[in-house]
Structures are given as structure tokens and as C-alpha cells.
């Protein structure tokens, strides 16, 4: 990884965001921080309505509907600014243990959407009627929240690697 | 008064609490990451209600009901953002206060609340005309555009202030015998400090 951050970091669009106007770094990373806005409010919006907390007026399939795509969006938003702040600084993204266990967790939540999507748009009476209502299924609503948290700290914690102390291999390099 | 500004200004970082804060080495990278997520559910919410009041989602839906249901997370995540900012805030209080991306976003801050009341002032007194109409009447549509572009810009002038202090206060580093009043005075862009501070 060390080898390829460092081939990364000399080709030519990572030498010219290097090199960039000193707005051009903060811009990306406000543009990713309004793409986790949007995910997350999305993603609480589905999670509320989940738990029968807001936007009871309508169905789960409705609410599904409303927000979904959004949180689609905001996830391609996220991966194109994401990778651009990878390409930009590959050695301060790339050899820290936050962005991988981030990238962990970001899988987790992926898998976690998609299943959610693809059952919803088929069994959509019965997670209105039974599943919502299951408390293992609630928890783990609750808990694919709480991932988007760990997410967010994982994600700022890449600029402080070293508080993993000796697991960081930022600290090694 | 600027003078008594910068004592109060010191006084603040002088505090237990903010004492406390430099002192850690995770406190800071978490007031970070807590100001995030409160920032990340206060744009989200404010988004999901201004894109029902321009008429770009949710246009079947009662504005009120929505507004009413999301306004409790709106401002417990408010709270939660400025507590945290507030927290960060003390820990290099001078520099902050005499940074200028924080003075703009503090501006666009004021500026969202002024926006927030002519909301209630102007469509928010009519809701009940047109809260099942797919889009609230012109001036509630230009308060949730402005509102929109407010966030936005708070945002962006807050992560800049991340990249402006960490230079001021690599630049202004640990000189030793620095006379405090006196640098202050002719140098408001940075006092030494030995916070952990931003790191971009």
C-alpha cells in the first residue's frame, strides 16, 4: 500500500492537486462533508420511519422511495470527492489504520442498504406489516445508525492516525 | 473594548475546561468528529424541509407535520453543534476569534437565524393556506434557496478554518518571552498557543 500511495502521489493529477490553490483542498472536503450531510439525513429519515418515530402519514415503502435515492446519491457524491482527497493525499489517507477501518465500516453499511432495498421493493407489505415491528430488526436499524457515527470519527480520525499510537501505521512510516 | 475583548478572550483559554481539552490527546479529534455528526444531522434535516418548501420533495406531504416532526432533531442537533464548536472554540480562543473564515461562518450563522425568522414572518403565517400545495408561496421558496446556500457556506468556511489556524499556529509556535498584550496588539492573526488544535 505504502508503494502504491507513493506511485499515486507522483502521478499527474495527484502532483496538481498537490499543487493546487489552497481553497481547492477545503472544497472537496466540504463538498464530502455535504454529501454525509445528505446520507445521514437521508439515512435517519429511513431509520425513524423504521421505528414508526416521523413520517407515519406514510408507508415504509413511500418513505423508502422518498429517500433511497438520495442516499444513493449522496453515496456517489461521497466515493467521487472521496477518492479525489485520496488522489490528492495518498500517503495521509491511505497508511492510516481510521481509513480502513472507515472502509470497513463503510462496506458493512453498503451491504446493509442494499440488502434493505432489495427486500423492501419486494416484500414491501410485509415489512410494513411483521418486520418492522420485529425487534431484532429494529435493533439493527438502530445499529447501521449508529455505523454511520462510527463512519464520521473514523473519518476525521485520518488526520489524527496517531492517536492509534503503535497500530497506526502512520506512526511506523 | 479590544483590549478587554483579548483578557476575556484569555481568560477563556485559561479555563479549566479548556486546559483540560488541550491537555488530551483524543479530545480534540473527537469534539471534531461529534461537531461532524451533529453538523451532518442539522444540514440533513434542514435539507429534508427546505426541499418540501421549494417543491422538490416530499410536495404530497403536510409542511407542518414534517417541520413539526424534524424541528426537535433540527435543534437538538443545533445544540449539540454549537456546544461542541463552543468546546473547540475555548481551546485557542484568540486565534480563533481573529480568524477570518471563523468570523464569516459566525456571520452566515447569525445570518441563517435572521432568515429562519423571516421565514416565520412571511409564509410561516400563511402555512395553513398552503400546506398540502406542493411549494410554499414565493417568499417561503427564496428563505429555503437562501437557507440552503447558507449551510452550504457555513460548511465550507468551516473547514477552512481548519487549514488557516493550523498555519497561524505553526507559525506562531512556542516563542518564548513573547509579551502577550503587546503581540495581541500588533498581531491579531495568532497568539502562541500550545493547543493540539485543527489538523486539516
Redesign the interface.
Known sequence: MKNFADWLSATVPSIYLQTHE??V???I??LH??G???????A??MTLRLLGW??T??TLLENHR?FAP?LTGALCLLLASGLLLIVAEPIRELITLSFWLKMACVAVMVVVFASFQASIRKHGADWEQTLSKRRSVRLAAVLTFVL??CI??L???I??D??WGHLSPATKA | MSVDFSAFLKSLEDSGLANSLRGSLYYFPFLESFHVMALAVLFGSILVVDLRALGVASTHRSFTRMSTELLRITWGAFVISACTGAMMFITNARVYAHNTPFQIKMVLLALAGINMAVFHLTAGRTVATWDKAPAAPKAGRITAGVSLGLWLGIILAGRVIGFTTTGAEAKEMPVSNVDFDDFLNNAPAGAPSSAPGHSP
Not at chain 1, 454525509?36 to 437521508?42: D, H, K, M, P, T
Open positions: 489552497a481553497w483542498l477545503p472544497a472536503q466540504s462533508i455535504t454525509i450531510g445528505i446520507a445521514v439525513g437521508s435517519l429519515m416521523v413520517g402519514d406514510q422518498r438520495w454511520w457515527g464520521i470519527i473519518g476525521r480520525l488526520a489524527y496517531h492517536i
